[in-house]
């Protein structure tokens, strides 16, 4: 397992270290230490979800995909309402022949969790004693490492694995904003970034529903575990995720959604002359051009002029 993930324990331990010096010219060689290498596992999530933005894109379509195959998974369902088996048969040639999987939310999370590991491992050898390197992390980088602390607590420090009461008392903060920004951003989805559908046989809206509620548990369970740095890593990727769903429910929210038919009202509002029907009309998945609804009036207020 370790030799397969040798090639992660460099790339991640390269884009701390890489983020680390940099951040010398900002704090200076001997500046604060803690700062520097806090900022560094900070960096290191920038650059992972920046490569991962492609991913989500993918995410995004293949959800929008299922939302409009929900006629026709409830025809499904009622059909083979009886029979479990073929049901499963159906769907899943359904999925295939519209190329979308209902799993594909997840996709984003496991691609991290590699990663995750790694930051994992890196962490764990600086926090040896002595502390040993990983990857490009030399044992005086990991000596440096071990020293630093995030608002007191030491980056290598376990909850677990500490009788120190700063230690856990970070861990709790930290697992706590972990929790609730994940709710939110689950949430979020659920009440503004969905379509409005029957919630009974809905299974985009069940998987959403478990997930709202499993992760902050799971959050609570293993983050005991992890040292600091990596609760740390997990904090700020999720503040990005809730970020970046704010974005897409605000700029390009999907057909069918609450914050569809807001911004669909917003554009009407800016547009006095925008008519109900052409906003109820909208084809899914498109945004009604304020400029070519002005060129559908213009022939109208040019018919009256000639009468």
Same mark, same amino acid.
Request: charged fraction near 20%; charge should be positive.
């Given at each position: 397992?370790?030799?397969?993930?040798?090639?992660?324990?460099? *790339?991640?331990?390269?884009v701390?270290?890489?983020?680390?010096?940099?951040? $010398?010219?900002v704090? @200076?060689?001997?500046?604060?230490?803690?700062?520097?290498?806090?900022?560094?596992i900070?960096?290191l999530?920038?650059v992972? #979800?920046?490569?991962?933005i492609?991913?989500?894109?993918?995410?995004?379509?293949?959800?929008? &995909?299922?939302? *409009?195959?929900?006629?026709?998974?409830?025809?499904?369902?009622?059909?083979?309402?009886?029979?479990?088996?073929?049901?499963?048969?159906?769907?899943?040639k359904?999925?295939?022949?519209?190329?979308?999987?209902?799993?594909?939310?997840?996709?984003p999370?496991?691609?991290? *969790?590699p !990663?995750?590991?790694a930051?994992?491992?890196?962490? %764990?050898a600086? @926090?040896? %004693?002595?502390?040993? $390197?990983? @990857?490009?992390?030399? /044992?005086?980088?990991? /000596?440096? &490492?071990?020293q630093?602390?995030f608002?007191g &607590?030491?980056?290598?420090?376990?909850?677990? $694995?500490?009788?120190? =009461?700063?230690?856990?008392i970070?861990?709790?903060?930290?697992?706590?904003?972990?929790?609730?920004?994940?709710?939110?951003t689950? #949430?979020q989805?659920?009440?503004k970034g969905?379509?409005?559908?029957d919630?009974?046989?809905?299974?985009?809206?069940?998987?959403?529903? !478990?997930?709202l509620?499993?992760?902050?548990?799971i959050?609570a369970?293993?983050?005991?575990n992890?040292? !600091?740095g990596?609760?740390?890593?997990?904090?700020?990727?999720?503040l990005?995720?809730? =970020?970046?769903?704010?974005?897409? !429910?605000?700029r390009?929210?999907?057909?069918?959604s609450?914050a569809?038919?807001?911004?669909?009202?917003? #554009?009407?509002?800016?547009n006095?002359?925008t008519?109900?029907?052409?906003?109820?009309?909208a &084809?899914?998945g498109?945004?009604?051009?304020?400029?070519?609804?002005?060129? #559908?009036?213009?022939?109208?207020k040019?018919?009256?002029k000639?009468?």
């Open positions: 397992m370790g030799s397969i993930l040798n090639p992660l324990y460099y *790339a991640v331990s390269w701390m270290v890489t983020f680390h010096s940099l951040l $010398g010219y704090f @200076g060689k001997d500046g604060n230490e803690s700062i520097k290498w806090s900022l560094s900070i960096g999530v920038i992972i #979800r920046i490569i991962l492609p991913l989500f894109v993918k995410q995004i379509k293949s959800q929008r &995909a299922l939302t *409009a195959l929900q006629p026709h998974m409830k025809e499904i369902q009622k059909k083979h309402k009886d029979d479990r088996q073929k049901q499963s048969e159906e769907m899943m359904l999925y295939k022949e519209h190329k979308t999987n209902p799993l594909a939310s997840c996709f999370i496991l691609a991290q *969790a !990663i995750f590991f930051l994992f491992t890196v962490l %764990n600086i @926090g040896k %004693n002595p502390p040993e $390197g990983k @990857g490009v992390l030399t /044992a005086t980088d990991a /000596a440096s &490492a071990a630093a602390e608002f &607590a030491p980056i290598s420090e376990t909850f677990l $694995g500490t009788s120190s =009461g700063t230690v856990k970070v861990t709790v903060i930290l697992i706590a904003f972990m929790s609730a920004t994940t709710f939110t689950q #949430r989805l659920m009440v969905m379509p409005k559908m919630s009974s046989n809905n299974m985009m809206l069940q998987q959403q529903k !478990i997930m509620y499993l992760f902050p548990v959050f369970v293993s983050g005991v992890f040292p !600091i990596v609760l740390i890593y997990w904090s700020t990727t999720n990005w995720t809730w =970020g970046q769903q704010y974005y897409v !429910i605000k390009n929210p999907t057909p069918g609450p569809y038919e807001e911004l669909q009202k917003k #554009r009407s509002s800016k006095p002359n008519t109900n029907e052409n906003i109820d009309g &084809a899914e498109s945004v009604i051009d304020p400029e070519v609804k002005g060129q #559908r009036q213009q022939p109208n040019k018919k009256k000639k009468k």
